[in-house]
């Protein structure tokens, strides 16, 4: 039992291993199911393979309840989905987003509608209907007028229309990929196939009913927990006890390793050879980069040995890539490919011939899985951070807050606001600030669960949304044993339950959320527009330059100085920009920037006092109904109007617009923070960079009070070999992490971004090395090198050919906060809505 | 001949002698045409890299080889052995197969009398060429003795001393006119009194102490941290003397990473190897310092070969320049980029016995050195427009660190 692993060497062990023993089986299971998918393309083209969706072709994209920008399918979508949304072009993609809870994809939509789950079945039969012309039945949804607009939309978009679905059933991929291939979509390509899922829902289920029924001798699990991940566990575990042999190769003693006779300890990515074959032709490799810390051995050697084979795996990849890999291409050798990583053979596109399916069955089955039921509809989803639970001993991933709800350390029910104001259920700030909230009893088809409810803006109204991977209780620190287990409601690998029933129950719920307010107050500190208005009226109407009134008259900010200004013409100046319309909110910078520059974790109890220690956040903000243009109109004037107007403004929309804003250092020229620093721990450099000394600090904390940005951080505690402070930084091989070039600071300094300072004096030094002049890879910041849509741009100004310098003279530009005169080296541009004209 | 060191010149004096006389009497005794000194001199150039005397190294030991095979066969042997083992000679093929078919280097231009020189010196009492052991000098390192106390003592029992004779004096005057007479202890009594009195006094003695007091807690505040000297005792007797010094090996050559790292690095027992696999035996310590490397590795002197499966041990160096965790130091910058000599650091490491710390490696020493030194921008593409913008700026060629801003916290401080 594996999970996906796309190695082509690795199949060919196992392969040799079944030759060998030819009652062996390999089983592939996926924690969170993508086999609808592989069904459906398995259906259409004989092919257990994913099409490859190519989103920067496409213009006009539906997604029904696939958060392409999460980990639908596999990932990876993010980056061709930000080339197509770069307005400088002609066009922009439109995104329109028809999903129940409120995802990652949908925050980004340019057009969202909630929607139930069972609507998301209808929704797709009609688009199908309408688009192929093959009318098939539908019930009704809350959306049919917008479906019949969005269905034109696609049909005007042609070949640059893409829809997708999120859902795991079969028939549900089989509908979208037909109206993929009936717009001839370029935006689908079924000619390269995907290869990076590979579980397969019904073998497992297979393997459990032949487990209870004595057809198995033995079983070896490798870097799978089915005991914690299965819905069916209780089973799983029942039917162990009738194999007699069971294997567990795995790192740590999880649920599953702690039921099976047998553990055998199994290497770390890091410590192990491998390949990977992700999109037909394209080759990668990987090679060890330590040496096993402790007495492993990685699988594919144990599956070797057990053959009897005295290879190692190694010599045994090395002799698959010479036989049946290298010699696919012309003049490719091992060096070669293992010095580059990757190999890709330059192979056409092979269209597979397409069989024939009866749609009517598909739409017919498509609409039996998922019944609208009297109870509310429950989708379970994976949060950005945890996923589907396997990294939930990473403190980084767990102190990451979530970027929609911006809570970290936990699951919870989210609700929308209309469905908890029935039900009596509230959500509220302690004197501290933090959040806590109420709890429910969920009932579910036999499974009973307490849980804390958590009022979502976007949710739909009549469904709950609750994430899959917490509630680990073995294999994982005590630290890291969060949130409570959802996945015995994943029956049947489907995301959507029906009928749930909940009741508030005594107690409340204590949150980690980082971000108290969540509308922006008719401020404009994110810059939007919509694409209309970006294209046809002037730079001025839509991103006004910000001036101020002096004894001279009005002066742009960029002009007014109350300071000498720093000399920054010599030697490289750094900025950086943050394109908003390409960032999608994914907080990958949140986590290299944690990597990079030892940020401590420091656990849910001081997340709650806002003591978190992110140098780089991610603010989220959602639209409102109420604006001061409203409130005019409403006539909401004096005291008592304006009051009611603010209080209303605080409210975000049911259905909101959300934005992503990355906030960092921003490395004022003219920084706040360094004129008030009584011991000059903080100074500014002449690479645009505001330092910080850790050693000279003295923590009076001033510089934090005043940053109008609020990025600086205070260390409370010596977060390091701290037992009260048990994550990475506590035990030995948690500090085997920690970059050596970042100091570890002590408690009682403050820190913030230092836009990796170490990155680019180590870049400026093996330029001298060289004797050349610096260029952009030398001194890639974390963030920017992490960022999977290169919404992140850094680089030196003072270099003509640096690629900091097309943001730098964009029109979209702006500075945060900028009427206060900082004047800082980080720059962002407007963000631009796709809203239909 | 090496020169020994000047620690070992009596020896070296006795050393000189006893060869030269026993010359003598080899040359004596063994009346072989071969100048036996000569032979050591071509034996060194030309077949220590393979061979020792009396052990087997690459090729066989040469002690007596001259009884065992005879002139002729020698001379081909070594002018070439390919040729010889190729026309069926039973002895050759025998050698060579012995030492598992590594043929010799052949030597077509050593002549007859080259050969039978080498011969001589191989034949030669071994005894006479080996120095007498040199008797490892312990030199007893002392902690240097301060006698502030006892000095301190000394002086306050001086002064009583003083005090006293002066007062019996006074007395004695006091006495012969005839004058009240007070105990010596009431009169010191009223002498504090008086000046305990005196304000002025008061303040002055006040301020003595304090300002003593404040500069002495500078003094010692300063030097927290600051290890200047720091000499800590070395798993091996290594002495950077004999190996920077006396061989005059370039410090990169072991230091490699300086040039490209941020640490020197310490080298690893291969690349003392690359050395002492053939070097098995020191003039200072002997073989007993260089079998540390070799029980470290898992290598055999006595058949120079690396045992096999051997559980290598770590060579347990105590690191002796350290910086603080709050500060970053790359050794390419300075070494590479900033050319610097390792000797502007780190002394004259060339002439350290035993190593120690030699620069107080504060910030103040940093600072100092970025000021002054003018940063080696010629030749070098990535200061070339900096270099014409700051000369401009400063209106000099000569640019130091400092005004390239490498007195910036951030720059060092990360």
């Not at chain 1, 990515?269 to 999109?279: F, I, K, Q, T």
């Not at chain 1, 970006?534 to 008259?553: C, Q, R, S």
């Not at chain 2, 927290?224 to 000499?231: E, I, S």
Request: hydrophobic residues 35%; glycine residues 6%.
């Amino acid at each position: 039992m594996t999970p996906s692993m796309f190695s082509p060497s690795t199949s060919e062990v196992i392969a040799k291993f079944v030759e060998k023993y030819p009652t062996a089986k390999q089983v592939s299971y996926d924690a969170v199911s993508s086999a609808g998918a592989l069904d459906a393309f398995e259906a259409l083209y004989g092919n257990r393979a994913l099409p490859l969706y190519n989103f920067a072709e496409a213009r006009t994209i539906v997604s029904i309840g696939a958060d392409f920008i999460g980990d639908w399918l596999g990932g990876g979508y993010e980056k061709g989905y930000a080339l197509g949304r770069n307005p400088k072009q002609d066009q922009m993609s439109r995104h329109i987003q028809i999903e129940t809870n409120l995802s990652l994809a949908g925050a980004n939509a340019d057009d969202r509608y909630a929607v139930k789950p069972s609507e998301q079945t209808s929704a797709l039969i009609a688009l199908y209907s309408i688009i192929t012309g093959d009318s098939q039945i539908f019930k009704p949804t809350s959306i049919d007028p917008q479906l019949k607009a969005i269905a034109k939309e696609l049909k005007k978009a042609g070949n640059k229309g893409l829809v997708i679905t999120g859902s795991n059933d079969k028939n549900m991929h089989i509908l979208a990929m037909k109206i993929n291939l009936a717009l001839q979509s370029k935006a689908m390509c079924v000619g390269k196939p995907v290869y990076v899922k590979e579980g397969n829902d019904k073998a497992v289920q297979q393997l459990i009913q032949d487990m209870n029924s004595g057809k198995v001798g033995a079983l070896v699990t490798y870097n799978v927990n089915p005991v914690y991940s299965l819905a069916n566990s209780a089973e799983f575990v029942k039917g162990l006890k009738k194999v007699s042999t069971t294997v567990a190769l795995s790192q740590f003693t999880d649920e599953t390793a702690k039921v099976m006779t047998y553990n055998l300890p199994s290497q770390h990515s890091l410590e192990n050879w491998g390949d990977a074959m992700a999109v037909e032709g394209e080759y990668s490799l990987m090679q060890p980069t330590i040496r096993p810390l402790y007495d492993t051995r990685q699988f594919q050697d144990d599956l070797l040995k057990w053959m009897g084979s005295d290879q190692d795996f190694y010599s045994f990849m090395r002799e698959n890539w010479d036989n049946n890999i290298l010699s696919a291409k012309a003049g490719a050798t091992w060096n070669q490919a293992l010095h580059d990583g990757v190999l890709k053979l330059s192979l056409d596109p092979v269209m597979p011939t397409l069989n024939e399916v009866d749609m009517i069955g598909v739409a017919k089955s498509a609409s039996k899985v998922f019944k609208a039921s009297k109870g509310l509809e429950l989708e379970l989803y994976m949060k950005a951070g945890m996923g589907n639970g396997e990294m939930a001993n990473n403190p980084w991933l767990q102190e990451l807050p979530d970027p929609i709800t911006r809570t970290a350390w936990d699951n919870y029910l989210t609700m929308s606001a209309k469905q908890a104001k029935e039900l009596g259920i509230t959500n509220w700030n302690v004197s501290n600030g933090a959040l806590n909230g109420d709890k429910v009893e969920l009932k579910s088809d036999g499974v009973t669960i307490i849980l804390p409810v958590f009022i979502q803006p976007g949710q739909t109204y009549g469904t709950l949304g609750l994430a899959l991977g917490y509630g680990r209780s073995e294999g994982v620190k005590d630290a890291m044993m969060t949130g409570v287990n959802a996945y015995p409601l994943y029956k049947g690998f489907n995301k959507y339950v029906s009928n749930v029933t909940i009741a508030k129950v005594e107690g409340e719920h204590e949150f980690a959320c980082v971000q108290l307010h969540h509308t922006m107050m008719d401020r404009d500190v994110v810059q939007e527009t919509t694409f209309d208005i970006f294209k046809n009226k002037d730079k001025e109407d839509w991103n006004p330059m910000v001036a101020l009134a002096t004894h001279d008259g009005v002066k742009p900010v960029s002009k007014i100085d109350i300071w000498e200004a720093h000399d920054s013409s010599v030697g490289p100046h750094f900025n950086l920009s943050i394109d908003l319309n390409a960032c999608t909110g994914c907080a990958a910078c949140v986590v290299a920037c944690h990597a990079e520059n030892n940020v401590p974790v420091v656990g849910k109890e001081e997340v709650r006092k806002s003591r978190d220690m992110h140098w780089l956040r991610i603010d989220r903000y959602y639209s409102s109904d109420m604006n001061k243009e409203k409130a005019k109109e409403e006539g909401l004037s004096g005291v008592t109007g304006s009051i009611d107007m603010y209080h209303q403004m605080e409210v975000a929309s049911a259905n909101p617009e959300v934005v992503f804003q990355p906030v960092m250092c921003q490395h004022c020229n003219h920084a706040p923070c360094e004129t008030v620093c009584p011991v000059a721990a903080t100074s500014h450099g002449s690479q645009g960079q505001n330092q910080m000394a850790y050693n000279r600090c003295v923590g009076t904390r001033y510089c934090a009070n005043n940053c109008p940005y609020k990025v600086r951080r205070f260390n409370w505690f010596q977060y390091n070999g701290n037992e009260e402070f048990d994550y990475h930084m506590n035990d030995e091989v948690g500090r085997m992490v920690l970059n050596p070039d970042v100091t570890i600071r002590d408690r009682g300094v403050m820190e913030k971004c230092s836009m990796c300072i170490q990155i680019t004096q180590a870049g400026i030094l093996s330029a001298k090395k060289d004797g050349r002049k610096l260029e952009d890879m030398d001194i890639q910041t974390a963030c920017s090198s992490a960022c999977p849509s290169d919404a992140m741009v850094f680089g030196n100004i003072n270099d003509e050919s640096s690629a900091i310098q097309t943001p730098l003279h964009d029109d979209r530009k702006y500075y945060l906060l900028e009427s206060v005169g900082t004047k800082p080296n980080v720059m962002y541009q407007t963000k631009i809505r796709n809203k239909n004209s | 001949m090496k020169e020994l060191n000047n620690r070992y010149n009596s020896l070296r004096v006795h050393f000189v002698f006893s060869v030269a006389f026993s010359f003598l009497f080899s040359l004596s005794i063994f009346a072989q045409d071969g100048d036996i000194n000569n032979g050591k001199k071509l034996f060194n150039t030309n077949c220590a890299a393979c061979h020792k005397l009396e052990q087997r190294l690459i090729g066989p030991p040469l002690k007596g080889v001259a009884a065992k095979r005879n002139q002729e066969w020698l001379n081909k042997w070594i002018r070439n052995s390919a040729e010889l083992i190729a026309s069926g000679d039973a002895d050759a093929k025998a050698i060579f197969e012995e030492y598992s078919n590594i043929p010799m280097t052949p030597f077509p231009n050593l002549s007859d009398q080259d050969i039978a020189d080498i011969m001589a010196y191989t034949d030669a009492d071994p005894a006479l060429f080996q120095k007498k052991k040199a008797e490892v000098v312990v030199v007893e390192v002392k902690p240097i003795q301060t006698y502030y106390t006892e000095v301190i003592i000394a002086v306050i029992i001086i002064v009583l001393l003083l005090t006293m004779v002066l007062f019996k004096l006074k007395s004695t005057l006091n006495n012969l006119n005839r004058e009240e007479q007070k105990g010596y202890f009431d009169e010191l009594k009223a002498y504090l009194a008086y000046l305990v009195k005196d304000n002025a006094i008061l303040i002055t003695f006040v301020l003595v102490i304090s300002l003593g007091g404040l500069y002495a807690f500078w003094e010692w505040g300063v030097g927290v941290g600051v290890d200047k000297g720091y000499q800590p005792i070395q798993p091996i007797a290594f002495s950077h003397k004999v190996h920077a010094g006396d061989q005059e090996i370039d410090c990169e050559y072991c230091h490699s990473s300086a040039r490209t790292s941020k640490t020197s690095g310490i080298p690893s027992a291969n690349v003392c190897m690359n050395c002492h696999k053939l070097i098995q035996e020191g003039e200072t310590t002997g073989k007993k310092e260089i079998a540390k490397i070799y029980d470290a590795i898992g290598f055999d002197p006595a058949t120079s070969t690396y045992k096999k499966d051997y559980v290598q041990k770590p060579i347990k160096w105590v690191r002796v320049h350290n910086l603080p965790d709050f500060v970053y130091y790359n050794h390419s910058q300075h070494v590479t980029v900033g050319q610097q000599e390792c000797q502007t650091c780190h002394g004259p490491v060339e002439e350290m016995e035993e190593l120690y710390q030699y620069s107080p490696l504060t910030m103040e020493w940093c600072v100092d050195c970025h000021r002054t030194e003018e940063v080696k921008m010629a030749g070098n593409d990535y200061y070339k427009e900096i270099h014409e913008q700051l000369s401009k700026k400063y209106g000099t060629e000569k640019l130091t660190v400092a005004m390239m801003g490498g007195l910036e916290c951030g720059k060092c401080h990360y």
